[in-house]
């Protein structure tokens, strides 16, 4: 017998935010024109944005939604709600069918709502959850506005306050928290107090959130109850929901929290009343691996001085220098990529490199410094009377990796390699800085200039990116 679905219908279109699509679309386009620029680099993993009524949290929203990149291909959202008027002791994801807003249709992903009740005694099917619940639903419209790629949602709603119900929702969601999909965590911050009294608890609980440590956090949570401050109903309405975040988050030191923009009902004009307020926070939680190689002033210094005296002998009596490693850093010896560019008065006198060394680093360094002065086929040999004005820089390489959207590649950070069949080509991440080039002038000139694919041709390629550890002599050096 085949199941029919039944779509969670909007609750509060025309309440909380307008019902006429037009209108909304509209509206969310001023909030987002006026929202905060994004804060930070590097993938954004997770948010944590007021659910409000537009006019109080709209602008605070927008500034959170601002951080992501619209054209990140998220593959699901999960969106972490606490509920607002039914307490039933576990998470309850929509299994029924998808949610509609007036924008449309946003699929659910049943599958893996089913998985995580089947999977998890912390998860259940409680639909009553979610039909009246606004604190998912105002989330919506943003994400079908700003997000170009299709998505579908994973709606949860927590009925619990009870932290080790929180942490077992968190081991259950565990797998889910990767790269590829986007978690949303819908909570207002204080209720009621004075504006003052609001202002400064809400700087108290956003600190302890982006701490990163539940322990802190619950911590906090308690103590801003113990300050009895007047009409302070609770200092963060869906702290269960955000301390699930933490328990995803904690010990991974790829992630920074951004605090983004803070205003609190007092400061809507003309409906706030500064006697007794909502806080509300918009957070992002971003991702930006730190290189697996890393390299200290003494080994660049190192590495330039190699370079420098290879350089020097090779150009003036062919000879390359012996090298002893014995009082080398384990980096020296690590292999590793390196490219040596060569310039004389800011212009290119050579560059040379290699992505996959079978030596050293020091030895790839001494390597490329001599074929960068010898054989880029670009330029002349360099000759001895040059030796004076050339000014060294070195480009150590991390590991390669393939990427899916070129929306992954940030210009400055990032060196890009096309490849396809026996065809390639790279660019240095210094060189779009260097350039002022856009990323479509980054990838066109890469493909036609350096790969010989045209000036499309990195459409249908393979695109590899990795990052570099640039640095160069110095003035002083260069006498």
Same mark, same amino acid.
């Given at each position: 017998m085949?199941?029919i679905?039944?779509?969670r219908?909007p609750?509060?279109?025309?309440s909380?935010y307008?019902s006429?699509?037009?209108?909304?679309?509209?509206?969310?386009?001023?909030f987002?024109n006026?929202a905060?620029?994004q804060?930070?680099k590097?993938?954004?993993?997770?948010?944590?944005?007021?659910h409000?009524g537009?006019?109080?949290? !709209?602008?605070?929203? *927008?500034?959170?939604?601002?951080?992501?990149?619209?054209?990140q291909?998220?593959?699901?959202?999960?969106?972490?709600?606490s509920?607002h008027?039914?307490?039933?002791?576990?998470a309850s994801v929509?299994?029924?069918g998808?949610?509609?807003t007036?924008?449309?249709?946003?699929?659910v992903?049943?599958?893996i709502?089913?998985d995580?009740?089947?999977d998890?005694?912390?998860?259940t099917?409680?639909?009553?959850?979610?039909?009246s619940?606004?604190?998912i639903?105002?989330?919506?419209?943003f994400?079908q506005?700003?997000?170009?790629y299709p998505?579908?949602?994973?709606?949860?709603?927590?009925?619990?306050?009870?932290?080790a119900?929180?942490?077992?929702? +968190?081991?259950?969601l565990k797998?889910?928290?990767?790269?590829e999909n986007?978690?949303?965590i819908?909570?207002?911050?204080?209720?009621?107090?004075a504006?003052?009294? *609001?202002v400064?608890?809400?700087?108290?609980?956003a600190?302890?959130?982006?701490?990163?440590?539940?322990?802190e956090?619950l911590?906090?949570?308690r103590?801003n109850d113990?300050?009895?401050?007047?009409?302070?109903?609770?200092?963060?309405?869906?702290?269960p929901?955000?301390?699930?975040?933490?328990?995803?988050?904690?010990?991974n030191s790829?992630?920074?929290?951004n605090?983004?923009?803070?205003?609190?009902?007092?400061?809507?004009?003309?409906?706030?009343?500064k006697?007794?307020?909502v806080?509300?926070?918009a957070?992002s939680?971003?991702e930006q691996?730190?290189?697996?190689f890393d390299?200290?002033?003494?080994?660049?210094?190192?590495?330039?001085?190699? +370079?420098?005296?290879?350089?020097?002998?090779?150009?003036?009596?062919g000879?390359?220098p012996?090298?002893?490693?014995?009082?080398?850093?384990?980096?020296?010896?690590?292999?590793?990529?390196?490219?040596?560019?060569?310039?004389?008065?800011?212009?290119l006198?050579g560059?040379? !490199?290699?992505?996959?060394?079978?030596?050293?680093?020091?030895?790839?360094?001494?390597?490329?410094?001599?074929?960068?002065s010898?054989?880029?086929?670009?330029f002349q040999?360099?000759?001895?009377?040059?030796l004076?004005?050339v000014h060294i820089?070195i480009?150590?390489?991390?590991?390669?990796?393939?990427?899916?959207?070129?929306?992954?590649?940030q210009?400055g950070?990032?060196g890009?390699?096309?490849?396809k069949?026996?065809? !390639?080509?790279?660019?240095?991440p210094?060189?779009?800085?260097?350039?002022?080039?856009?990323?479509?002038?980054?990838? !066109?000139h890469?493909?036609?200039d350096?790969a010989?694919?045209?000036?499309?041709g990195?459409?249908?390629?393979d695109i590899y990116?990795?990052?570099?550890?640039?640095?160069e002599?110095?003035s002083?050096?260069k006498?």
């Amino acid at each position: 017998m085949q199941l029919i679905k039944k779509d969670r219908q909007p609750a509060v279109a025309g309440s909380f935010y307008p019902s006429d699509a037009i209108e909304l679309k509209k509206t969310i386009a001023g909030f987002m024109n006026a929202a905060k620029p994004q804060h930070a680099k590097g993938l954004v993993r997770a948010i944590l944005v007021p659910h409000a009524g537009y006019v109080y949290s !709209g602008g605070v929203a *927008a500034s959170g939604y601002n951080q992501l990149n619209p054209d990140q291909e998220y593959k699901r959202v999960f969106i972490l709600a606490s509920s607002h008027r039914v307490s039933f002791g576990k998470a309850s994801v929509y299994t029924q069918g998808d949610y509609i807003t007036p924008l449309g249709r946003i699929p659910v992903d049943t599958d893996i709502a089913k998985d995580l009740i089947l999977d998890s005694r912390s998860f259940t099917d409680y639909p009553e959850a979610h039909i009246s619940e606004h604190s998912i639903e105002v989330h919506l419209p943003f994400l079908q506005l700003h997000l170009k790629y299709p998505f579908k949602i994973v709606p949860i709603v927590l009925g619990t306050q009870v932290p080790a119900v929180c942490e077992e929702i +968190a081991k259950a969601l565990k797998p889910y928290f990767t790269s590829e999909n986007l978690f949303v965590i819908s909570s207002d911050f204080s209720h009621y107090p004075a504006y003052a009294d *609001a202002v400064k608890v809400d700087e108290l609980t956003a600190n302890a959130f982006c701490a990163n440590s539940p322990a802190e956090f619950l911590k906090v949570i308690r103590n801003n109850d113990n300050l009895r401050i007047s009409e302070l109903a609770t200092s963060m309405c869906a702290w269960p929901s955000g301390l699930t975040l933490l328990y995803l988050t904690q010990g991974n030191s790829d992630l920074s929290f951004n605090k983004i923009d803070y205003k609190n009902s007092g400061d809507i004009k003309p409906y706030g009343d500064k006697g007794s307020v909502v806080g509300y926070h918009a957070i992002s939680v971003t991702e930006q691996k730190k290189s697996e190689f890393d390299l200290s002033e003494a080994d660049k210094h190192e590495l330039l001085r190699i +370079a420098r005296t290879t350089v020097d002998s090779y150009i003036n009596s062919g000879i390359t220098p012996a090298l002893n490693p014995e009082g080398y850093s384990e980096n020296l010896k690590a292999k590793a990529g390196a490219f040596v560019t060569l310039k004389i008065e800011d212009n290119l006198r050579g560059c040379i !490199g290699t992505f996959e060394p079978t030596v050293p680093l020091y030895k790839v360094v001494q390597q490329m410094a001599i074929a960068s002065s010898t054989q880029d086929s670009r330029f002349q040999p360099l000759k001895s009377k040059e030796l004076s004005t050339v000014h060294i820089e070195i480009s150590v390489l991390t590991p390669m990796r393939k990427i899916k959207n070129i929306s992954e590649i940030q210009l400055g950070k990032h060196g890009i390699y096309i490849k396809k069949g026996f065809q !390639g080509g790279t660019f240095l991440p210094q060189v779009a800085t260097e350039t002022g080039w856009s990323l479509d002038d980054f990838l !066109g000139h890469c493909s036609r200039d350096k790969a010989g694919l045209g000036w499309t041709g990195w459409k249908d390629a393979d695109i590899y990116i990795y990052e570099a550890l640039i640095f160069e002599e110095d003035s002083v050096k260069k006498k």
